[in-house]
């Protein structure tokens, strides 16, 4: 019988042998599979370096969403290949998201949050009226 013939195969997963003792998991687990566990049991100091993250807060966000702003005018280089690319739609689509979160926060923001969001909102405009002239 061939491979197309067979149609399927069972892979019997039960944590018991016939006889009712526990079965040996290592022996049943594919070489993959077992390299994964092994790789996920390091400490995560092993594994490679993440730099920490910040507070999540309304200006954590607003960064954030200004860099992928700036990112599709072109001004910050794709991380993976180090080409600048501009997407000029990407980018308006994320200026306007910021104005809108401006606006459906107005009177509970910190006068620090409301400057800093209309401090990035006039630079990403700004940018986006000179991007759209080259």
């Known amino acids: ?11 019997d997963r039960r944590s018991f042998d016939e006889r009712g003792d526990l079965k040996d998991k290592a022996a049943d687990e594919p070489a993959e599979k077992k390299a994964d566990k092994e790789e996920k049991a390091q400490p995560r100091s092993e594994k490679r370096e993440t730099p920490p ?7 954590a966000l607003i960064f954030s969403l200004s860099s992928t702003a700036l990112f599709h005018l072109g001004d910050i280089p794709d991380p993976q290949t180090g080409e600048k690319r501009m997407d000029l739609p ?16 107005t ?9 800093f969001t209309e401090s990035i909102l006039a630079d990403l405009r700004w940018r986006f009226i000179k991007a759209s002239k080259q």
């Open 1 to 11: 019988m061939t491979e197309e013939e067979k149609g399927f195969v069972i892979k």
């Open 53 to 59: 993250l910040p507070e999540a807060n309304f200006t």
């Open 90 to 105: 990407l980018a308006k689509h994320t200026i306007d998201t910021i104005a809108m979160l401006q606006q459906k926060t």
């Open 107 to 115: 009177g509970n923001l910190t006068e620090e949050e409301q400057k």
